[in-house]
């Protein structure tokens, strides 16, 4: 599935299977996970991805055919491939271990082409080994709503006990089984009426679940947003306890409106989270297994590619949408 013009639908194409570079790995796609990211892109909200481009970067596929300089991998393994698809190891943040940031980074489905198709090339440095657990659909989405969850959640401070979740999506109903099992309180706060999204939350064990508009029935030592809604920055400073954290998970957000210092004051800080480091995956994929987090996953088609973007752009997902080939 192909995008050619944003803001418009992606086109079911034929295009040649791609030869892997001396270190790439040619995969076989069994499943891609579709990211609110990925939408961000289509909509035109994330300027200038590569175009022609084939999206998606939460895949698990199968090595079928490697470049003569890879060596961590065999034919026949199953991989998961992340957003983050290379570096330069070179420039200033990548030398002080900040890969995140590398100034010359390629991310997968944005400015290389991705897995909404059913081959693809990634660079072996950049894949993941996957639990046998994870080596399928229900694996897809720990590949970035995992892995963007877990680095947020790495920004918290440990001592944190009331933590709020904005935006009940792919990410929170991940990290929401890991803090419950680290014995957290999560505190999920959804659309006004959203009973389902809540009940969703409930489910995945979080301590308490309401109107992301409202209170928070305790103070929290620290927030998370996943939502792209930028108001609902000011509303988790108001919920913070003093020395609170509010942390940005999102790629993109909605303008933040003015707020008075006074939310601000008493050392509440507010930080976002840029991409992901390979240290945060292998990191999330050692711990997930012993949760074990279970993924909520919507399964469509290759061809429902589009179905599973509006879906989500509406609001209709609880959990992740999954294209399985």
């Known amino acids: 599935m192909v995008l050619h013009q944003v803001g418009h639908p992606l086109i079911p194409s034929n295009i040649e299977i791609p030869v892997p570079a001396t270190d790439q790995l040619l995969l076989r796609v069994i499943a891609c996970g579709v990211c609110r990211t990925d939408l961000h892109i289509v909509d035109g909200e994330l300027a200038h991805p590569l175009l022609p ?39 200033r943040y990548c030398k002080r271990h900040q890969e995140n ?27 993941f080994p996957m639990p046998a657990i994870y080596a399928n659909a229900a694996g897809a989405p720990l590949l970035c709503a995992g892995f963007i969850g877990y680095r947020s959640w790495n920004k918290i401070r440990e001592d944190a006990e009331n933590i709020g979740i904005y935006g009940f999506g792919a990410a929170a109903h991940i990290l929401t089984q890991i803090a419950a099992f680290k014995k957290k309180n999560i505190y999920a706060f959804t659309k006004r009426g959203d009973t389902l999204s809540q009940m969703f939350a409930l489910d995945n064990g979080a301590h ?11 103070k929290l030592d620290a927030a998370i ?9 000011p509303v988790a400073l108001r919920n913070l306890d003093k020395g609170g954290q509010v942390i940005c998970g999102g790629i993109h957000m909605s303008d933040i409106p003015p707020f008075p210092y006074s939310h601000l004051w008493e050392e509440r800080s507010i930080q976002s989270v840029a991409n992901l480091t390979r240290e945060d995956g292998i990191s999330l994929l050692q711990v997930a297994p012993q949760v074990p987090v279970r993924t909520t996953v919507r399964i469509y088609t290759l061809e429902e590619a589009n179905d599973a973007l509006n879906d989500l752009r509406t609001g209709k997902l609880n959990g992740a949408a999954v294209l399985v080939l």
């Open 101 to 127: 940031l590398c100034e010359h980074a390629l991310f997968t489905g944005y400015t290389v082409n991705g897995g909404y198709a059913e081959y693809m090339v990634a660079y072996e440095q950049y894949c």
């Open 53 to 91: 481009l084939v999206p998606g970067h939460e895949i698990i596929g199968t090595v079928v055919k490697m470049g003569q300089k890879v060596q961590g991998f065999k034919i026949g393994d199953i991989v998961g491939v992340p957003w983050l698809a290379y570096t330069c190891k070179q420039c």
């Open 225 to 233: 947003i996943f939502a792209p809604d930028g108001g609902l920055l």
């Open 208 to 218: 308490w679940a309401g109107d992301a508009t409202g209170h928070s029935p305790v």
